[in-house]
């Protein structure tokens, strides 16, 4: 049991510092910039959008909270109607870190072998939980290298969650 619960402290410690990075470049995103042809706002959103459904135990039941929509399963890769505000791509952040701390805090070892299924993927819930920790990473580099490219500054590494 205590490997267990190293494991789920592990987990979380490292998820929730990926969201702390995606919220840390959010923040740092001048107005000007949030809503141009570099589509900070969009690739915050479809983070968040797809963070949330992969932290869904059962992806086919999966509603993202309003106002979002599910605009991210548009096979055309059309974008949501609207640009999303700040602070209700950050409201979606938070949504996004409660939901992701309370499924790892309810891990077990049988769970976290349990199985997430959908049209194209099957993983257990432990390696669903690393690929979703890859894909903030790899949007929060590309956020990250924005802002570079039009501030000349980004967001410091976090080694561990903040909390």
Known sequence: MQDSIMIKDALW??????LDMLENAI?????????????????????????????????NKFEPPKPFTFSEFDPT??????TYTRSEILAYLEHCRQKARKHIRELTPSRMNARWINESKNFSFLEILLYNMRHIQHHVAQLNLYL????????????????
Not at 13 to 18: I, P, T
Not at 77 to 82: I, V
């Open 148 to 163: 570079r490219q039009a501030i000349d500054r980004a967001p410091k590494w976090v080694s561990q969650v903040k909390e």
């Open 77 to 82: 890769g059309k974008k949501p109607d609207r």
């Open 13 to 18: 410690s490292q998820f929730g510092a990926s």
């Open 27 to 59: 923040h740092m995103c001048p107005d000007e910039y949030w809503d141009t042809a570099l589509d900070f706002w969009y690739l915050s959103f479809h983070c968040l959008f797809w963070t949330d459904y992969y932290l869904s135990v059962e992806p």
